[in-house]
C-alpha cells in the first residue's frame, strides 16, 4: 500500500519522525498517572470497602485505576460511583481534574506532534518543489541566453555584411562618377 499510495506514505514517514519526541509525551503522561496513583491511594486507599480497596488499596492498583479513568473506560461506573458510595463526596473533582489535564491536554500533545511531523513533511515537499522548478528555471535562462547570444552574434553578422555592402555601394558610386567625367 505504501508503494502505490503517495499520501498514506507520507503519513507513516511523519509518524515515524514524531517518535521520538512522543517519548518526552509519554513520560509526561506517566508522570501524570504516577501523581494521580499517589494521590488516589493517599485520598481513597483506606477504606474498608473491598472494591475500592481494590482500587486504590495499593500504587499498582492506584496507578491502573487512573490509567483506566485516563482513557474513560468505565470510569463513571465502575470508578468514581464506586469512591462517591464510598464516602468521598467530592472525588468527582478529583476524577473531572485527572481526565481534563491527562487525556484531553497530553493527548492533544500526541495530536499536536503528529500534525507537526505532517507540516514539517508537507514543508520539505514544498521545499523539493521549489528546487526542482528552479533548476527547470534557471536551465531555461540558460537557454535563452545561449539564444540571445546566437541571435546577436546573427545580428553583429548581418550588420558586418550590411557595412561591406554599403561600402561597395560607395565604392560603385565613386566609380560610377569617376566613368562619367572621364567621358
Known amino acids: 500500500m505504501l508503494q502505490f499510495v503517495p499520501v498514506l506514505r507520507r503519513?507513516?514517514?511523519?509518524?515515524?519522525?514524531?517518535?521520538?519526541?512522543?517519548g518526552a509525551v509519554v513520560a509526561i503522561l506517566t508522570l501524570f498517572i504516577y501523581v494521580g496513583a499517589v494521590m488516589g491511594t493517599y485520598l481513597f486507599g483506606d477504606t474498608d470497602n473491598p472494591d475500592v480497596a481494590q482500587l486504590f488499596g495499593d500504587l499498582p492498583s492506584s496507578a491502573y485505576t487512573m490509567f483506566q479513568v485516563m482513557?474513560?473506560?468505565?470510569w463513571r461506573f465502575e470508578v468514581v460511583q464506586k469512591v462517591l458510595d464510598d464516602g468521598n463526596p467530592y472525588a468527582w473533582v478529583f476524577f473531572l481534574t485527572f481526565i481534563f489535564l491527562a487525556s484531553f491536554a497530553?493527548?492533544?500533545?500526541?495530536?499536536?506532534?503528529?500534525?507537526?511531523?505532517l507540516q514539517q513533511e508537507q514543508n520539505a515537499m514544498?521545499?523539493?518543489?521549489?528546487?526542482?522548478?528552479s533548476e527547470q528555471q534557471a536551465g531555461?535562462?540558460?537557454?535563452?541566453?545561449?539564444?540571445t547570444e546566437e541571435v546577436h552574434r546573427e545580428m553583429d553578422?548581418?550588420?558586418?555584411?550590411?557595412?561591406?555592402?554599403?561600402?561597395?555601394i560607395v565604392d560603385l558610386k565613386a566609380y560610377d562618377?569617376?566613368?562619367?567625367?572621364?567621358?
Request: avoid cysteine; charged fraction near 30%; aromatic fraction near 4%.
Open 126 to 133: 514544498r521545499t523539493e518543489l521549489l528546487e526542482q522548478q
Open 106 to 117: 497530553v493527548l492533544n500533545l500526541f495530536i499536536a506532534l503528529i500534525v507537526d511531523a
Open 140 to 147: 531555461l535562462l540558460e537557454e535563452i541566453e545561449e539564444e
Open 177 to 183: 562618377d569617376y566613368t562619367i567625367s572621364v567621358h
Open 11 to 22: 503519513i507513516t514517514e511523519a509518524l515515524l519522525k514524531a517518535l521520538p519526541d512522543m
Open 71 to 74: 482513557t474513560l473506560d468505565g
Open 157 to 168: 553578422e548581418i550588420l558586418s555584411l550590411v557595412k561591406e555592402l554599403k561600402n561597395e
